[in-house]
Every structure is written in C-alpha cells, then in structure tokens.
C-alpha cells in the first residue's frame, strides 16, 4: 500500500548539510500497524512527514498504491492528503473549539452538509470513547482524551492510513496502554493502515506487527516485530533493545549516536 523508494532529505543550512534521511526503502502492506523506531535525531519524525509530503523529500519516489505522491500537483497532493490522517504527541486541537467542533473541522473544509457532519462526528465520539465530552473545551480534558480527540479528527475524513507520530509519548504508561488499544481497535474494525514511529519499545511491543529501526536517517534493520525483538542483526537494535551485546565493564560505541551530516561539521 505505501512504498518508499530511494527516499532521501537534505537540509541545506550555514553550519552544513545534514542528511536527515538515506536511501530509505521501505514497504508497508494495506491493514499493517507498522512501528518506525530509533533515538531522537534518527530522522523519525522527518520520515513519517515525507508520507505524506508534508516534508518533499529531495530525491527519491512515495507511493500510495498506484500513485506516486512525488509527482503529483499541489492540488492533487491536497486531494490524497485526505485519505492520510494523522495524530501528534501535541495534540493540535483548536484550544477556542469544543470536542465537536475540534473533530468536525476538517469536515467543515470539506463542505459536508451540516447534518452529514452531525452524524459522523456522533460516530468518532462513540469510537473514541468520549460522548459525554462533546460539549467540553480541550483546557478541560485530560492529555488522554485530549488525544482521543485528536484521534477522532484524523478518522473524520474516513482516511486510509493513519500516520502517528509519538502520540503517547507526553502520556503517562496506563493512559499510553489506553491510547494503543484505542489504535489497535482502530486497526482491527476500519482496516486501517497505522505508521507508527516512537522511541518506546513498549509501543512497538503492544501493538505494531512489523517494525524498522532507524539511525542517522538510514534502516538499519526491518521485519516482523517477532523477528526483529527476538533475534536482532545490528548492534544498535541490541542497544535499543538493552540487550547484553553490550555489557556493562564495555563502552557503547560512539558511532551508534552520531548524527550523519555532510558538507559541514
């Protein structure tokens, strides 16, 4: 369903050029909750945002389906945005709308008919747990409802794939365990596909089927989480994981931290 092909950021600044992302190649399969995982830096974020082209990449190719994004007009790219929702560890809710109106927004864009917008909101509050909540400002909701909201409006436009980019991280462990079941249920009853990136592995534990490991912009392993977790091939993986590849009388080798840059420092 999503294919990235050669993919490949630069970003051009006086102190130098840092590669954010290297020759990525990755295939992520229609109904997947697929986990994107590294340290900060490692091009996670950079990443999820190219998908949908939030961030142009400069080089390489992102297909959805049969089309290729990186060819596609401003107004086109705008259409396809539409089946690509997607949820923030800040939230981004509109601090002077209600739960509702938060959730209605993007279908406000879209001009649906006010009854329409009615009825598919009433369905995301059900989904999300929060009917009680419609009438409530986000000042007034928890951080885990506050992202439940936030869920609620990225499905508002039916979307296809869901990109998260570290929704629980800024959430307590039970509220985060809460929101990753909220995704899996998601998953399961929309067929939805889920782009996950995260620096927990506990995310990726609980509800992600496959997984790539990603350092200085480049994958350094992917494959089934099963896989991946259990017998990892790269020594950063090992780290990630706190594996005993690395002992504690033994120093971490540097060169698993440094950021990739070229051109500069």
Request: proline letters at 4%.
């Amino acid at each position: 369903m999503i294919q990235l092909k050669n993919l490949t950021k630069l970003y051009q600044s006086k102190e130098g050029n840092v590669l954010a992302l290297k020759d990525i190649n990755l295939e992520i399969n229609k109904g997947d909750i697929y986990g994107i995982m590294g340290l900060s830096g490692a091009g996670k974020s950079t990443l999820i945002r190219c998908i949908n082209l939030l961030e142009s990449p400069t080089s390489g190719e992102v297909l959805v389906g049969d089309l290729n994004l990186t060819k596609l007009s401003a107004a086109e790219l705008r259409e396809q945005r539409r089946n690509m929702g997607m949820i923030f560890q800040s939230y981004n809710l509109l601090t002077s709308r209600t739960v509702e109106k938060n959730i209605a927004y993007p279908l406000e864009l879209n001009g649906m008919k006010k009854t329409e917008i009615n009825d598919r909101v009433q369905q995301l509050l059900k989904l999300v747990g929060l009917e009680d909540k419609s009438k409530h400002y986000p000042s007034k909701l928890s951080g885990g409802q506050r992202q439940r909201v936030a869920i609620a409006r990225a499905l508002a436009t039916n979307p296809k794939i869901l990109l998260s980019d570290e929704a629980t991280s800024a959430l307590d462990p039970i509220t985060s365990r809460s929101i990753l079941n909220l995704l899996k249920e998601i998953n399961d009853k929309l067929d939805i596909t889920i782009v996950l990136i995260t620096h927990e592995i506990e995310v990726i534990e609980q509800i992600c089927k496959k997984v790539a490991v990603l350092k200085d912009g480049e994958i350094v392993e992917k494959g089934p989480v099963s896989q991946v977790f259990k017998t990892p091939q790269h020594p950063y993986t090992n780290l990630l994981l706190g594996n005993k590849a690395f002992e504690k009388d033994k120093p971490v080798p540097l060169d698993l931290f440094r950021s990739v840059k070229v051109g500069g420092l």
